[in-house]
């Protein structure tokens, strides 16, 4: 569901991170990346899903609820779930330039309140294809405007 969740947020030119949260095996929470169209920097998917879950169980404590999140957390998202006191992360692909469970820094290492388990690589190799996907088509959309320019300004000569 979280890699579903995420190609919607490809298809709308979203960076393709999906989340859920899981409690007593139900889906309480959903989430996708929305940053661009809601023109947000808080609008990441576990933030959305985690949103949706306490609104769902009726309060700001998810014990007991587990989240699947196709990248891994940010230090945004890392203390949204601490807050949250998410009992167990899932996450698919590594983030090594803001992954906050263990790439660049293990934030649920520090001595907070509240300690989540954290597990990397679930589906990872989906998730990776995912984000390889969605970046190298940025690329190739940027290269073809670049292209465009280039020939327009020509033009204009």
């Known amino acids: 569901m979280a890699l579903a969740l995420a190609e919607q947020a490809a298809a709308e030119g979203e960076v393709p991170v999906g989340a859920v949260v899981v409690k007593d095996g139900a889906v309480v929470g959903r989430g996708r990346n929305r940053r661009e169209l809601d023109k947000n920097a808080l609008a990441h998917a576990e933030i ?3 949103d949706e879950a306490c609104r769902t169980l009726g309060g700001w404590r998810l014990s007991g609820c587990d989240l699947y999140v196709t990248l891994e957390p940010c230090p945004m998202c890392a203390g949204g779930i601490i807050n949250a006191r998410i009992d167990n992360v899932y996450y ?8 906050s469970c263990g790439s660049l820094v293990s934030l649920f290492d520090l001595p907070y ?13 989906q998730a990776s294809e995912q984000l390889k996907r969605f ?22 000569l």
């Open 113 to 125: 309140n509240h300690k989540p388990t954290c597990t990397g690589g679930v589906l990872g190799e």
């Open 48 to 50: 959305e899903a985690i």
């Open 135 to 156: 970046f190298g088509e940025l690329r190739e959309k940027r290269k073809i405007r670049e292209r465009k320019d280039e020939t327009d300004e020509e033009t204009d």
């Open 92 to 99: 698919g692909a590594d983030d090594p330039k803001a992954g």
